[in-house]
């Protein structure tokens, strides 16, 4: 469970795999980052709204203070979520990235250079701390 747990949901899909809201809820075959990420999540035992929009889903991490500017110190931790400019994703580790991207699928690559693809990296929501903060064991 925990933060292994969400990558270890996220890596079940192959690459390129089209995944798309199992709800219903978001249509949107171009937007289905913070659904996927907010899932894989919830799937893993995190306490997360799952969501639709990457702004929405970084809030959570926000309102309880388990969310780090790049530059603070913070390493990210297997599960995190990583929040760009116009991407979410989950942290895997060893510097890759899990994300359900707008027309590739679901991909797992290397965070290096991912920028000019999904914008500057704004930060990262620890889950870690994110389970602390809503009374549970992390």
Known sequence: GGSFGVVQNA?????????????????????????????????????????MN????????????????PGSGYQPQPGD???????????AGNGEYIARNSSGGVKRGSMSGMEQYFGSLLG????????????HSA
Not at 84 to 90: K, N, S, T
Not at 124 to 135: C, D, M, W
Request: aromatic residues 12%.
């Open 81 to 91: 979520l990583i929040d760009w400019a116009h991407h979410v994703g989950i942290y």
């Open 11 to 51: 890596s079940q899909f192959s690459d390129g795999y089209q995944w798309m809201d199992p709800t219903g809820a978001n249509t949107d075959s171009r937007n289905q980052c913070a659904s996927f990420a907010s899932q894989m999540m919830k799937h893993a035992g995190i306490d997360i709204e799952v969501c």
């Open 124 to 135: 990262y929501g620890s889950i870690s701390e994110l389970q602390r903060a809503k009374g």
């Open 54 to 69: 990457g702004d929405v889903l970084a809030n959570q991490f926000k309102a309880v203070g388990a969310y780090h500017a």
